[in-house]
């Protein structure tokens, strides 16, 4: 049922009623998992901006080789206005985008976790007084 409830936030990436009722080994279980596949989006949006140089290169040579001698600069600025290099732009801002998601949605469980240890902390110690 955890994993249920667990899965379920995962996909709709929206705070319910469920995450309120969370133990923390749920939250942990949870976090993890968000940042796991914080990980892997970031790997993915590095490797496409480690790219970016090759790739515009490989077009400057495809457009070089279809015409005749051009000055290097008007080169750059037509494999910049390639279709391929703008794809691949839109993926690099796509996944970087998804990657500050997660990033924040890992922060935020992982503060979720520390304000329940802070209060199970409380309620320790507000025991042991009474």
Known sequence: MADENIQKNIN????????????LEEIIHLANKIGL????????AERYELMRTSIRAKIMNRI??????????RL?????????????????AN???????????????????????????YKKIELKTL
């Not at 997660?102 to 199970?120: C, G, N, P």
């Open 37 to 44: 596949e914080y990980v892997e989006k970031r790997k993915e």
């Open 64 to 73: 070089e080789a279809a015409q005749e001698k051009m000055p290097e600069a």
């Open 95 to 121: 996944y970087r985008a998804e990657t500050e998601k997660l990033r924040i949605r890992y922060e935020s469980y992982k503060s979720l976790f520390d304000a329940r240890r802070t209060m199970i902390s």
């Open 76 to 92: 750059k600025r037509l494999a910049e206005a390639d279709e391929e290099y703008i794809g691949l732009l839109e993926k690099i």
């Open 12 to 23: 709709n990436q929206q705070p319910t009623n469920q995450i309120k009722e969370m133990g």
